[in-house]
Nanobody, 126 residues
């Protein structure tokens, strides 16, 4: 079990950037694939990004590829999501999630992540 706490959300304008952080505590951080998901009102929670335990493998959906970057600092037990060129469609609650020893083929499957943070709101105005 690992405890996750997100921070860095807020209200920005279209075209702005924002960096989310997720601090983890409880188990060996590098054992965990870390993911970011988001959920807009009335919509299902969707995959945003994932990074392997070592940081060597990342994955993004087409909707954020080239705009968002996931990274991690295993010495600080923290994963980041740098979000650039934000637009109103990016408005959602963003969740950090952790999955131990998750294979890359399952990165996008939210059911594979057993540990979740409380979420942080990101609002992008036009």
């Amino acid at each position: 079990q690992v405890q996750l706490v997100e921070s860095g959300g807020g209200m920005v304008q279209a075209g702005d950037s924002l960096r989310l952080s997720c601090a983890a505590a409880g188990r060996t951080f590098s054992d965990y694939t870390m993911g970011w998901f988001r959920q807009a009102p009335g919509k299902e929670r969707e995959f945003v990004a994932a990074i392997s335990g070592s940081g060597g493998i990342t994955s993004y959906p087409d909707s954020v590829k080239g705009r968002f970057t996931i990274s991690r600092d295993n010495a600080k037990n923290t994963v980041y999501l740098q979000m650039n060129s934000l637009n109103p469609l990016d408005t959602a609650v963003y969740y950090c999630a952790a999955a131990r020893y998750l294979g890359a083929r399952n990165y996008r499957d939210r059911e594979q992540y057993k540990n979740w943070g409380q979420g942080t709101q990101v609002t992008v105005s036009s």
